[in-house]
């Protein structure tokens, strides 16, 4: 069974109703702060906590910084796509990843992503990170709260969002329209591409427009999940202004 470590994701797994939650591992002699809000968390959900050694704690973290509490937890569960088309509105945002490899900006991704509003981020199956204990971590609990979509083809469920009137927004180094130039009112998807590789031709091509985000130093493009946060609350500020 996977793990969730760390007193803020467990914290959070808890808050979103400890639904996938089997049971609560807390270290012997744990000293945290917020230890006391887990176990009260715990006995409201019903989630059963048991008191363990630090060792079998870091054996089951791959000795990472679970801070004396780790939740066991079923599988992640991933929304069908077409779910997430049945449920567009004027208000909704996905963020799209295409092709990131690296669960730590996964789970920073969704972390941003669940801040700033989004509906979902959806991913796909092949050649992409997804759900695991890291994500879970570095999402800081967002994970339990963001619907996370696995398609089959990106391309293809880039053109179910275009007939549903969803538009579709690339986000690479190669963008002619800065990303403070563009309209964000009405649904859209913006898509971002992986580590390095940017977004694959097929992808770039499905995308009604393409933006930048200029860079000023000597560096040439952002880390994704940066990039991510920038113009995600770039849409949110737009959005917010024209309410």
């Known amino acids: 069974m996977p793990h969730i470590y760390g007193v803020s994701p467990v914290l ?3 808050r979103a109703g400890g639904r996938r939650i089997e049971r609560i591992i807390i270290a012997s002699g744990a000293r945290h702060e917020r230890l006391r809000e887990i176990l009260d968390s715990a006995r ?10 630090r060792a079998a704690l870091d054996r089951l973290s791959n000795h990472l910084n679970h801070q004396g509490v780790i939740a066991v937890v079923a599988a992640a569960g ?3 796509g077409t779910d997430l088309l049945a449920k567009v509105s004027p208000q909704t945002i996905l963020v799209l990843l295409d092709g990131v490899e690296d669960p730590h900006n996964l789970g920073a991704i969704i972390r941003t992503a669940e801040c700033a509003g989004a509906a979902a981020v959806v991913i796909p199956e092949r050649r992409a990170a997804h759900i695991t204990e890291v994500v879970a971590k570095t999402s800081a609990g967002a994970i339990e709260h963001l619907p996370v979509a696995r398609v089959t083809n990106l391309a293809a469920f880039i053109e179910q969002l275009k007939k549903a009137n ?16 563009y309209d964000y ?4 998807a913006l898509v971002f591409g992986g580590e ?4 694959h031709r097929l992808v770039r091509e499905k995308c009604d427009v393409v933006l930048s985000i200029p860079m000023q130093g000597r560096v040439g493009s952002l880390n994704v999940s940066v990039a991510v946060g920038v113009v995600l609350f770039e849409a949110l500020r737009q959005r917010k202004a024209q309410a």
Do not use: H, N
Not at 47 to 53: A, D, F, G, L, N
Not at 166 to 181: C, D, F, H, Q, R
């Open 166 to 181: 969803v538009w579709v927004i690339g986000v690479e180094e190669s963008g002619a329209l800065p990303y403070t130039k």
């Open 196 to 199: 390095g590789a940017g977004l």
């Open 78 to 80: 991933y929304v069908d």
């Open 12 to 14: 959070e797994a808890l």
């Open 44 to 53: 409201q959900a019903g989630v059963p906590v048991r008191q363990e050694p």
């Open 185 to 188: 009112s009405g649904p859209l």
